[in-house]
């Protein structure tokens, strides 16, 4: 019975894995991505597009550190969607201007 099965599935597998393999599709599941923390900020327009979407949240505090903490007291999906500022200062250290994030509620 066990051999009978065994051979009854071998087909079906060989013919799953011609069909990914001609597709183009992994053999291995994908893996899920470690998300990163940017360590750069977003370009304007690409920031901008962002704060034009209906449902995301605009985070402004001194500093990338800053913004963060606020998005978790606000509950909000961390990390954040991407920063921006109108000097680049978001990443400097000590912060010293406006930096803006934009999370998922």
């Not at 599941?29 to 990163?36: F, I, L, M, N």
């Not at 985070?59 to 509950?75: F, L, N, P, S, W």
């Amino acid at each position: 019975m066990r051999n009978a099965l065994i051979n009854a599935i071998r087909p079906a597998a060989l013919i799953l894995l011609a069909l990914g393999t001609t597709l183009g599709l992994p053999l291995q599941p994908a893996q899920p991505q470690a998300s990163r923390r940017p360590v750069d900020e977003m370009e304007e327009s690409d920031f901008l597009d962002l704060v034009d979407q209906e449902g995301l949240v605009l985070i402004t505090a001194i500093g990338v550190e800053a913004v963060d903490a606020e998005a978790r007291r606000q509950r909000l999906s961390l990390p954040a969607l991407g920063y921006w500022s109108p000097d680049g200062g978001c990443f400097r250290r000590p912060p010293q201007d406006d930096c803006n994030g934009i999370f998922n509620p």
